[in-house]
C-alpha cells in the first residue's frame, strides 16, 4: 500500500509569504516558488534536494515543522523538487562494508547508530546493501553534515548513494512517525 503525504513550501520564515502544497513526488518545484524558507510536512516523510530533478544536496524531513531552512538543515534557501519516501513493510535493515562491492567487514543494523566510529572501527563505508526500509547516510556523527538517502537495494560504491566520499559518522532509519 502506497502511503500518502503531503508537504507544504513557504518562501518566507515561520510559515509566511507565498506557499504550494505537495502531495507527490515533483522533479521541478521552480515554477510553484523561487525559494524556501518554511516547511510543514503533515504527512509522511519527504526528500527534499536542491535542484530539479532530484539532484544536488539532499534534506530527509519527516512530519513536523520548519520555520527556517536551518532547521532541516539546509545550506540555503534552494529547494527545486522532492519526493516521498516509501517503505511498504515498515521494517528496517542495513548492511554496511568497509570495501566496495560488499566486501570487507560487515555491519548489520535494525536502529540507528549516532556515531559509527564508536560502533565499528571505520569511518568510511564504501558499499551498502538495504534490505528493509529507508535509511539516512550522515556525513558526520550525531546526524550531521551531508545527508544521503539510501531506499531498497545494493550500492556497489558511495558514488551510488550521490556521495563525494566514503566518509558515513551517522546514520538513521526514515520514518514519518
Not at 510559515?15 to 524556501?36: I, K, V
Not at 551498502?128 to 550500492?155: I, K, M, S, T
Request: glycine share 8%; aromatic share 16%.
Amino acid at each position: 500500500m502506497d502511503r500518502v503525504g503531503k508537504i507544504v513550501f513557504y518562501e518566507d520564515r515561520n510559515f509566511q509569504g507565498r506557499y504550494y502544497e505537495c502531495n507527490s513526488d515533483c522533479p521541478e518545484l521552480n515554477t510553484h516558488f523561487s525559494h524556501c524558507n518554511s516547511i510543514r510536512v503533515e504527512s509522511g516523510a519527504w526528500v527534499l534536494y536542491e535542484r530539479p530533478n532530484y539532484l544536488g544536496y539532499q534534506y530527509i524531513l519527516i512530519r513536523g515543522e520548519y520555520p527556517d531552512y536551518q532547521r532541516w538543515m539546509g545550506y540555503n534557501d534552494s529547494i527545486r523538487s522532492c519526493r516521498i519516501i516509501r517503505n511498504p513493510s515498515g521494517a528496517f535493515r542495513i548492511r554496511i562494508y568497509e570495501r566496495p562491492d560488499f566486501s570487507g567487514q560487515m555491519l548489520e543494523c535494525t536502529e540507528d547508530v549516532n556515531n559509527l566510529p564508536d560502533r565499528w572501527h571505520h569511518r568510511e563505508v564504501h558499499s551498502a546493501h538495504v534490505h528493509d526500509g529507508a535509511w539516512v547516510f550522515y556525513e558526520l556523527p550525531n546526524c550531521r553534515g551531508h545527508q544521503y538517502l539510501l531506499e531498497r537495494g545494493g550500492y556497489r560504491g558511495f558514488s551510488e548513494w550521490a556521495a563525494m566520499n566514503p566518509n558515513v559518522g551517522s546514520f538513521r532509519r526514515v520514518t514519518d512517525l
